[in-house]
């Protein structure tokens, strides 16, 4: 049946909503995060897993509560202009979409590094216009294939897992833990690793694509979030029982090296391929989430009209898939952004930021009041943990949007007058 309005299909259950969101958070991070946090926090690494882990869950519980009432494309940007104003939500929104488009052409990279390391730019120009084919196709399909990847990066994580803690190698006094670095070393590290758990966004981003979100989305996010957890908590003490905090922090590949030291070299190939398909998972859903802020904000002005559109066949925004695709694949052709990315961190906090002070507003209660407050402190603590040059350039990228807002008004005004 053809759609002739502007609304999105709702297809989602809470079984494909969780697959979507760890399709996210079970991604490329796991096998790069720990060892930038090991390094930053020494003995501290898994305290640094754990600050991470509760400013995640605060984040996660505001963001259903919100996305159960507003169940639209947009996630934050929309709850910022219903909860706190215009202002707020144009914020989060273009914080969200500016960094989490670096974000996608890194991922991107990142699958070309694994896959063809001396055409990684080709390879992620490729990986780029597929997915953003599958994601055109319609909601359902890019489910289907995201359920898929998740099962072969779990099952690769689960064989890392057995085989680092099955090991001779393996020693309990490698999992000392302490404050070598510090507790700023701990809070950077949580920064850090705190992007493990930030895929459940795209489960409220996409609330205008499930079934029943005021039932749905609360039973998905915390779900997805607490198997993550899980997952990470597993590999990280895995890889410290092998490697040790030292080795793990000047590692560029942590879960290979553990393989290779835990005895099983045949097994680094499997982890490079696990790799490179957690970091297309990854890609998916990040574009997913960044078309539909872009949907949302063109809906508001923010952004042209023409990005609004829904396919009135496939029930999705498919002019806004195929910009950000378009956009993604020039970055990915063009800029090797994987080391230049710091700014997405601080812009991922600042939206969750926004996420938990309109949480905040929905009750007067102040037992209700008490997971976003904590929330929005541990966001304003990471985000300036973070290392200087990535707060630095965090802080210009959202006074640019800030500018370009203000501009906008401006013009509006003046042609109003």
């Known amino acids: 049946m053809t759609r002739t309005d502007d609304s999105l299909r709702r297809t989602l259950g809470v079984r494909d909503a969780v697959v979507v969101g760890l399709g996210s958070m079970v991604g490329a991070g796991v096998f790069s995060a720990l060892g930038p946090a090991a390094r930053a926090a020494g003995s501290g690494l898994?305290?640094?897993?754990?600050?991470?882990?509760?400013?995640?869950?605060?984040?996660?519980?505001?963001?259903?509560?919100?996305?159960?009432?507003?169940?639209?494309?947009?996630?934050?940007?929309?709850?910022?202009?219903?909860?706190?104003?215009?202002?707020?939500?144009?914020?989060?929104?273009?914080?969200?979409?500016?960094?989490?488009?670096?974000?996608?052409?890194?991922?991107?990279?990142?699958?070309?590094?694994?896959?063809w390391p001396g055409q990684a730019h080709a390879v992620a120009v490729v990986a780029v216009v597929a997915l953003t084919a599958v994601n055109y196709g319609g909601i359902q399909k890019s489910a289907w294939l995201t359920r898929a990847i998740v099962a072969v990066v779990l099952a690769v994580l689960a064989a890392v897992v057995v085989v680092c803690l099955t090991s001779g190698r393996a020693s309990a006094?490698?999992?000392?833990?302490?404050?070598?670095?510090?507790?700023?070393?701990?809070?950077?590290?949580?920064?850090?690793?705190?992007?493990?758990?930030?895929?459940?966004?795209?489960?409220?981003?996409?609330?205008?694509?499930?079934?029943?979100?005021?039932?749905?989305?609360?039973?998905?996010?915390?779900?997805?979030?607490?198997?993550?957890?899980?997952?990470?908590?597993?590999v990280a003490v895995a890889v410290l029982a092998v490697l040790g905090a030292g080795p793990l922090g000047r590692t560029a590949a942590p879960l290979a090296d553990a393989v290779r030291?835990?005895?099983?070299?045949?097994?680094?190939?499997?982890?490079?391929?696990?790799?490179?398909?957690?970091?297309?998972?990854?890609?998916?859903?990040?574009v997913l989430g960044v078309s539909r802020t872009t949907l949302a904000m063109a809906r508001d002005g923010h952004l042209p009209g023409a990005l609004a559109a829904v396919h009135p066949r496939f029930g999705v925004p498919h002019r806004a898939e195929l910009a950000v695709g378009a956009v993604v694949a020039v970055l990915a052709a063009t800029v090797d952004v994987r080391?230049?990315?710091?700014?997405?961190?601080?812009?991922?906090?600042?939206?969750?930021?926004?996420?938990?002070?309109?949480?905040?507003?929905?009750?007067?209660?102040?037992?209700?009041?008490?997971?976003?407050?904590?929330?929005?402190?541990?966001?304003?603590?990471?985000?300036?943990?973070?290392?200087?040059?990535?707060?630095?350039?965090?802080?210009?990228?959202?006074?640019?949007?800030?500018?370009?807002?203000?501009?906008?008004?401006?013009?509006?005004?003046?042609?109003?007058?």
Do not use: H
């Open 46 to 115: 898994l305290p640094g897993l754990a600050v991470a882990a509760v400013v995640a869950y605060c984040n996660a519980v505001s963001s259903a509560r919100l996305a159960a009432r507003y169940p639209a494309s947009g996630g934050t940007y929309v709850y910022g202009r219903e909860r706190l104003g215009a202002f707020w939500g144009y914020l989060a929104g273009w914080a969200f979409v500016v960094g989490k488009t670096a974000s996608c052409a890194a991922m991107a990279l990142t699958v070309g590094a694994y896959v």
């Open 339 to 417: 080391g230049a990315i710091g700014f997405s961190s601080f812009g991922v906090l600042a939206y969750y930021a926004v996420a938990n002070a309109s949480a905040w507003t929905l009750s007067p209660a102040t037992r209700a009041r008490v997971v976003p407050a904590v929330g929005l402190l541990g966001c304003a603590t990471l985000a300036f943990a973070l290392p200087a040059a990535s707060v630095a350039v965090g802080a210009g990228v959202l006074a640019a949007g800030v500018a370009a807002y203000g501009v906008r008004r401006w013009w509006a005004a003046r042609r109003g007058a």
């Open 173 to 234: 006094g490698r999992l000392d833990i302490g404050l070598s670095s510090g507790a700023g070393g701990v809070l950077q590290a949580a920064g850090l690793l705190f992007f493990a758990f930030a895929g459940y966004a795209r489960i409220a981003t996409l609330g205008e694509e499930v079934r029943d979100p005021a039932r749905t989305i609360p039973r998905a996010v915390p779900l997805a979030l607490g198997i993550a957890l899980v997952v990470y908590a597993c």
């Open 261 to 286: 030291a835990a005895g099983a070299p045949g097994l680094v190939p499997v982890v490079r391929a696990g790799a490179a398909v957690a970091a297309l998972g990854s890609l998916l859903a990040l």
